[in-house]
């Protein structure tokens, strides 16, 4: 039977049934006592055992089933909740989460293992030290047996270099370093451990090659070759201190142990690692292949289809009554029905539009845990607020919004808001405080990242912006608090001392304003010492506008309705330059005045009228003049993409089709700021 008919369904049902799994997790951390969560946690688990199995996802079907047997024990009162229960089954969360984008991404599980997560739900069950002391003493025994009659292969230099050392009273180790399967930069950490070992010793040899676990072409572990002085359990608690580094083991060896590798097995195990590539390659093909075609969905209130397939059927009797007038019908009853027909495309356009929206809360539920594992990674005591959920945006807003909040958040926690000392020493409470918060403002949706932290430094920011070359010093010296922020955008701008996982890599609100502008918003920033307030402000739809249609030379051009501020006439006399920008005092503000011919590059008329049409464009408090030839008139334009060929012109936003069949392009205001 093939089951990839039933597999979109499957994965939009685990999607769902994930983020109430979640939901469900973060609300138990909160109240122990609350066995009804337990009950909806076990039920979704149960839930998604039988629709894995029946997909044939095995391994999903044996992780939530080993989930089912610690919650039935729960909800028994056979074991009591505790703080290490509920990390994993967050654990258990994030892993079916792993398996589930696999899925998305290739139809399969993929390659994640969650065997170290089913040890760990057994210690729950069956009493964690003596399953900690049956694990440690398997390993090494196995280690112990992997070591019997064993001959180590390295260099010729590398063995002389170990027979010198150990005449000179070195001692020669084999080491085994296990890393926690789920740590996100494995490279980085073997960075930390071999450093960490080269103060005191000498690596001979490492399996895989130094050049492997740099790439992180490696599992969770790697052996060592090393010689030193210290002693090896010493060595091992040394190692066994470095985070996500879950077991060490270290045997002292006898250099005689040690083997020459040959050029012959060298190059066989060049064949192999070339054998292997090949392999991947053609599974990775293989996979591709099988990746199954998945669509966008939305899920629809049936009120809102009966709408529509009403107005479908309005317009159906329309156009009846249209064909029905004959040349000989009066142009009376014409005009009527044309009318009617424009009151029902209105309606039809703005039923389809609701039908499109879907509440913002579907991404503002991921926050909550993403907030509850950086507090307790930067050691601080976070409360998140979130208001405005059920506000309404576009499906396609909804897609890309996430990445540029989860950066917002990020920053606040991570720069924002102080540690619990610094927050007490200020007065302020111990827990800080993140606001989420989303509400309609006209045609836009704004939502706004609040802390209630120590705000931005702005000498800080200056100070940095000068060592990196961005700004003078005299620049500095006149750049007001608002210019200031905004270096912040600037590409790989950061304030951070160190790099962490957190932040400090510079590309954080760099994306952040990138993304939004890219889907015709803006994002502003408010700061003070009681804290920042990062306010964005998107288009409620990217499909349907209202635009201003305008001339400039023989060409026709849309410029978005929300962007203009006025439309003036200048005199053409009153202009001046400065700087080589043509600039005009207008209502006792320098108004910079823009030729839409030149930035657009059209031949404009020749003759030089006295007085120039200016259509007034805004951006955050920003504002310019644009000069143009005519005016068209306000009009409802749907934006069409300009196509992957034409991707990435800096002035145009993309284009519509008019009325009478002339395309019309759509000037991106943002960009000509």
């Given amino acids: 039977m093939d089951m990839n008919q039933y597999l979109e369904i499957f994965i939009e049902e685990s999607k769902e049934h994930l983020e109430n799994m979640n939901q469900s997790l973060l609300e138990l951390e909160n109240n122990h006592g609350e066995t009804s969560l337990v009950h909806e946690i076990f ?24 989930m089912e047997n610690v919650l039935q024990s729960l909800r028994s009162n056979e074991i009591e909740l505790s703080e290490n229960i509920v990390d994993v089954l967050f654990e258990c969360l994030d892993m079916l989460e792993g398996y589930i984008n696999q899925i998305i991404n290739s139809g399969e599980e993929g390659e994640l293992e969650s065997d170290y997560l089913v040890k760990k739900l057994n210690q729950i069950l069956h009493g964690e030290q003596e399953d900690k002391n049956h694990i440690k003493e398997e390993t090494l025994n196995t280690f112990e047996e992997d070591n019997k009659n064993i001959h180590i292969e390295v260099e010729e230099f590398s063995k002389n270099v170990a027979i010198k050392a150990v005449e000179e009273g070195y001692k020669c180790y084999k080491m085994q370093v296990d890393l926690n399967p789920n740590c996100m ?6 960075f930390i451990i071999f450093n960490t070992l080269e103060k005191d010793c000498e690596i001979l040899k490492s399996n895989p090659p130094v050049e492997d676990i740099e790439d992180e072409k490696f599992d969770a572990g790697f052996e060592l070759i090393i010689i030193s002085k210290s002693d090896g359990e010493t060595i091992r608690k040394k190692i066994l201190g470095i985070s996500e580094v879950e077991n060490v083991l270290i ?11 040959t050029q012959d097995e060298e190059i066989v195990k060049e064949e192999k690692i070339e054998n292997n590539k090949k392999e991947e390659n053609d599974e990775k093909t293989a996979s591709k292949s099988k990746k199954p075609r998945l669509g966008k969905t939305v899920r629809v209130d049936i009120d809102r289809l009966d709408n529509l397939m009403n107005l479908v059927s309005e317009l159906i009797i329309t156009r009846s009554r249209l064909e029905d007038i004959d040349d000989s019908g009066k142009k009376h009853n014409m005009n009527e029905a044309i009318e009617y027909l424009g009151r029902i495309t209105t309606s039809l356009h703005d039923a389809v539009m609701k039908v499109r929206m879907v509440p913002i809360e579907r991404v503002f539920n991921r926050f909550p845990r993403m907030v509850r594992d950086l507090s307790k990674e930067l050691g601080k005591e976070i409360s998140l607020v979130m208001l405005g959920e059920e506000t309404e945006v576009d499906r396609t807003v909804i897609d890309e919004i996430g990445d540029p909040l989860i950066h917002l958040i990020r920053n606040s926690i991570d720069h924002g808001v102080e540690d619990p000392e610094t927050r007490k020493k200020h007065g302020k409470p111990e827990i800080g405080t993140v606001k989420l918060i989303a509400y309609p403002d006209g ?23 000068i060592k990196n070359g961005l ?16 270096l912040l955008f600037k590409s790989g701008f950061s304030t951070a001392d160190k790099i962490s996982d957190v932040s400090g890599r510079g590309v954080g609100l760099d994306v952040v304003k990138t993304k939004i502008e890219a889907l015709g918003g803006m994002v502003e920033v408010k700061t003070s010492k009681s804290g920042s ?15 201003l249609l305008v001339n400039v030379g023989l060409e026709k051009y849309a410029i978005p309705l929300n962007s203009i501020k006025e439309i003036v006439t200048i005199d053409s006399k009153t202009i001046r330059k400065i700087q080589e920008q043509e600039v005009v005092l207008y209502r006792n503000t320098t108004l910079p005045i823009l030729r839409m011919d030149k930035i657009l590059q059209v031949d404009a ?45 800096k002035t145009i936003a993309g284009a519509t089709i008019l009325g009478n069949g002339q395309v019309a392009l759509i000037v991106d205001i943002n960009s000509l700021f």
């Fill in 471 to 486: 700004i003078t010093e005299e620049q500095s010296e006149i750049m007001d608090e608002k210019e200031a922020v905004n």
């Fill in 251 to 261: 045997e002292e060896i006898n250099v005689s142990e040690l083997r020459i590798q």
């Fill in 185 to 190: 930069l494995k490279s980085a950490r073997a």
């Fill in 533 to 547: 307030t990062f306010t964005i402000r998107l288009p409620l739809t990217l499909a349907i506008i209202q635009a």
């Fill in 443 to 465: 045609n836009s949706v704004v939502i706004e990242v609040e802390d209630d932290g120590q705000g931005i430094n702005i000498e800080k920011v200056k100070a940095k912006a």
């Fill in 43 to 66: 039920r979704i688990a149960h839930t998604l055992k039988g629709m894995s199995a029946t997909m044939g996802f095995n391994k999903v079907a044996n992780l939530t089933h080993e």
């Fill in 605 to 649: 008329d020749t003759e030089k009228e006295e007085d120039l049409i200016v259509v007034v464009v805004k951006k955050g408090d920003k504002t310019a003049g644009f000069v143009v030839d005519n005016l068209i008139g306000q009009q409802e334009i749907v934006i069409k993409s300009l196509g992957k060929y034409l991707l990435g012109i």
